[in-house]
């Protein structure tokens, strides 16, 4: 159980293109979502709390015009980001916890999504 | 946000125990020690949280200091697949807008030598 999927797994495309990514929960429903942010050889940085029916929460330094993020139902959140460039290309991963978002449930993470802006 | 401190990596041998250990001498009271692995290319992977108790479950045992102000993750056998960075993160339960919130240092790179 406690499965996340993400798509795409990888994305390569030109500068300037717009990227969505989605993070799905298969078999429980997740009011909220994580996004992070994974550069080669560094740890994970959170980027965002998403939560379903309301706007997400960015951390500091994160552009919420250029990562938009969408959490419509309780087993989906995307991941936009517009118009990217070379500086984007990173390791995106998702993660999503079982019912309400404390801290004494474990996070369930999805594979990743590794985008390269050409 | 309370920091953890691990070493930067660690060696075992296969199929002989590993202790993980963490340091978190800023621990407050209601802030939950949980434990993530991640492999190459991969998202990370759940392994075990608690909050005073020891805690065991299929993948590993957590056991906490008394004072909490450290941790240590056992892994009982290691294989070849516990190859990973070991994340030890304190997340919070103070009702703030960090509640539930896993902020990731740099882990404990893990080899297991055949």
């Known amino acids: 159980g406690a499965v996340v999927s993400q798509h795409p797994s990888w994305v390569i495309c030109k500068s300037g293109t717009s990227v969505k990514i989605e993070c799905r929960s298969l078999?429980?429903?997740?009011?909220?979502m994580f996004w992070y942010r994974q550069f080669p050889k560094q740890s994970l940085m959170l980027m965002a709390t998403?939560?379903?029916?309301?706007?997400?929460?960015?951390e500091q330094g994160v552009e919420k015009d250029k990562f938009l993020i969408n959490h419509a139902s309780l087993t989906l959140s995307t991941l936009t980001v517009t118009s990217a460039h070379p500086e984007d290309s990173s390791f995106y991963i998702c993660?999503?916890?079982?019912?309400?978002?404390?801290?004494?449930?474990?996070?369930?993470f999805g594979d990743g999504t590794r985008l390269s802006i050409l | 946000d309370a920091k953890t401190t691990q070493p930067n990596s660690m060696e075992s041998n296969e199929e002989e125990p590993v202790h993980l250990p963490c340091n978190h001498s800023?621990?407050?009271?209601?802030?939950?020690i949980h434990w993530y692995r991640q492999l190459p290319s991969q998202g990370p992977e759940y392994v075990i949280h608690?909050?005073?108790s020891n805690v065991n479950n299929r993948m590993a045992s957590l056991a906490i200091a008394e004072d909490r102000k450290s941790s240590t993750l056992i892994l009982h056998r290691a294989t070849l697949r516990d190859a990973a960075v070991y994340y030890c993160?304190?997340?919070?339960?103070?009702?703030?807008?960090?509640?539930?919130?896993?902020?990731f240092g740099q882990g404990t790179t893990l080899q297991v030598k055949p």
């Open positions: 993660s999503a916890i079982r019912g309400r978002g404390y801290s004494n449930q474990p996070q369930h």
């Open positions: 078999d429980f429903q997740a009011t909220t």
């Open positions: 998403s939560n379903e029916g309301s706007k997400a929460t960015y």
């Open positions: 800023t621990i407050s009271g209601t802030d939950y």
């Open positions: 608690g909050l005073t």
């Open positions: 993160i304190l997340s919070p339960r103070d009702g703030s807008s960090n509640t539930g919130k896993l902020i």
